[in-house]
């Protein structure tokens, strides 16, 4: 397993649309429909039953010998953002795929049917929301509101959509609560802990709660040269001025768990001898507290406000996700840990910073998340690496678990 897996990440990471070394994947692009299909057919090999629904979230089941009971979900992404790595999301994508392997190697047969999960977009790169698919599956974002997404040229998600070959009613992707037993996510830390305190698996307590909103600046434009300093409506100083008081208001949070960053920052008409009359800024903004995300996220309103009221710059400030932190199911963590334990694998109990699929799949039943050790805790970069044995651990941890789960008489209390 150990050289199959990543050889089918090595060529993941081909379908790309920029040459590298980052891999740039966005949701409903050519390369993520290539990458799908690479994806697809691996899963038809090994016999399991694959179906699309109408956005793109694709679920491969491997049919147990209860069928009619809820299945026990496992997967992730694999869109990623621009010039990033070949493992978020991947590892979890393709180490469902192979955890489902190992068993079926082995000659088990679960009770209860195991699907594997590809969310359709857990970046937000194309419409500005994370986790689109797990959402919608969750029930957590209503069709209505799917409709009206556009992504940044103003195209709107059903041109996409049906451009990638998806139709239909959107509705109809909701999943009840009692379609999955239970969900477990295999994904890489993307963060410093695991390597550093020498552990081969984390397994995850809580999913920090994110939130994203943007601020669209406009003041006055002009001549760089003939438009003295006392006169000017500079939106690129407001949004300078902006960008540094988020870093400043999170790093004076109580909570050490404040992060925020202004990840885009456009001017118009960018053109050096011209003042920019209008700054458009993304900024992410997260904690594992809702109290503490919601107290900074007032701060920096409020320091929007008197900035541009100083710069005489008016803005729109619009919140484009604020979603509750996710608790992970302790009957499921304990079975995590006692696997871990069994392989011989060292574990650490561990929150998640980034947010995942799992944030909202635990909206729709008992969810987990294990964790492999990012190499320097880098992430979301072309150097974002895990080695092949620690992706075998994962596997190895999630297979275990996903065999304990699908056993009909498996309680999840
Ligand atoms: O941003 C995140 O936390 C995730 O990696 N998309
Ligand atoms: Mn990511
Ligand atoms: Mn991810």
Known sequence: MLTEIHQQLEQLARFSSTDGPGVTRVLYSQVDQ????????????????????????????????????PAVGTGSHIDAIPESGKYDGTVGVLGGLHAIILLQEQGFLPDRSIELLLFNAEEPTRFGIGCLGSRVISGQLPAASVTQLKDQEGVRFDKWRSKAGFSGDIYSCQ????????FVELHIEQGPILEAIEKDIGVVTKIAAPSSFSIQLTGEGGH??????????????????????????????????????CGIVKLEPSAVNSIPKAAYLEVDLRDTQVATRDQVLKEIEHRVVEICRKRNVAFDFKMLNRDPPAACHQSIIDRIRLNSDALGYSHQLMISRAYHDSLFMAQLCPTAMIFIPSRGGVSHRPDEYSSPEQIEKGVRVLAATLKDLSDANTVIS
């Open 224 to 261: 760089a040269g003939c438009v003295l300093m006392p006169d000017r409506k500079d939106a690129g100083c407001a949004a300078a001025e902006i960008v540094l008081a988020v870093e400043e208001i999170a790093q004076l949070s109580t909570s050490p768990d404040t992060v925020a960053t």
């Open 175 to 182: 999943l009840s609560k009692d379609y999955y037993h239970a």
């Open 34 to 69: 290539d990458a799908r299909n690479y994806l697809k057919q691996f899963c038809l090999q090994r016999g399991l039953e694959v179906r699309e629904d109408t956005i793109g979230n694709t679920f491969a089941r491997w049919v147990g010998k209860k069928p009619q009971l």
